[in-house]
């Protein structure tokens, strides 16, 4: 099940059983170790939708997935590494500036026939493009998330746990901080991304 560079794959959050989004990537490189996946600016995703139309950010009871195209479009370079609860992201803006790292909280990648498989925790960091500073993200959301029964307290920890194993990643420049990725460019050989049939079948 190995992918090779430049297949397309989805990338997908699965909640409680069922496909909670469907993001179309480009396969950069999949080792045993790390999974490196690339989302050009601009691409649509299935994202979930409440019955009364408003996009979710937290899993409720019911929701339907739709297309939804990112505003403002940014470019993802997106590293994960087998056993690791995240993913290091690095943004760029449809010309190609650097934005902002983004360390997304999650379980590591599960391989599936599709693409790969998360859990999204909620809780997230952001890094400065040249790694002087970081804050965390969605505090809150995560704080929610835990009243509403989503997750358990205990849970919350293990994330904030594991963000704070990303920033050692990022204090000693070990990988993907070993280098400087802004200048990184896709292969233009690369068809844009599309999703697999059967990425909604769990």
């Known amino acids: 099940m190995r992918r090779r560079p430049g297949d397309s794959v989805a990338l997908r959050e699965i ?14 490189q999949d080792r045993d170790d790390e999974q490196r996946l690339f989302v ?10 409440a019955s009364d139309g408003r996009w979710l950010r937290l899993p409720e009871a019911e929701w ?14 997106s590293f994960a590494f087998a ?3 995240f ?23 599960r391989r599936t026939p599709v693409g790969f498989d998360s859990v999204d925790h909620v809780l997230d960091l952001l890094v400065a493009p040249d790694r002087s500073c970081w804050e965390w993200k969605d505090e809150n959301e995560l704080e929610d ?11 919350a920890q293990a994330f904030r746990a594991d963000g704070e194993a990303a920033l050692r990643l ?16 896709p292969d233009p050989a690369w068809s844009p991304p599309s999703l697999p049939a059967g990425w909604d079948r769990i």
């Open 87 to 109: 993913a290091v992201m690095l943004f760029w803006d449809e010309g190609w500036r650097p934005l902002t790292w983004y360390v997304n909280l999650q379980a590591p990648l």
């Open 64 to 77: 339907s997935l739709d297309d939804r195209t990112p505003e403002p479009a940014r470019a993802v370079l």
């Open 15 to 28: 909640w409680r059983g069922r496909v909670w989004s469907a993001v179309p990537a480009t396969v950069v």
């Open 145 to 155: 998330a835990v009243r509403r029964g989503l997750f358990t307290p205990g849970e």
């Open 40 to 49: 050009p600016a601009g691409t649509s995703w299935k994202s979930p939708r």
């Open 170 to 185: 990022l204090v000693e420049g070990r990988p993907p901080f070993d280098r400087d990725w802004t200048g990184w460019r």
């Open 83 to 85: 056993g690791r609860a």
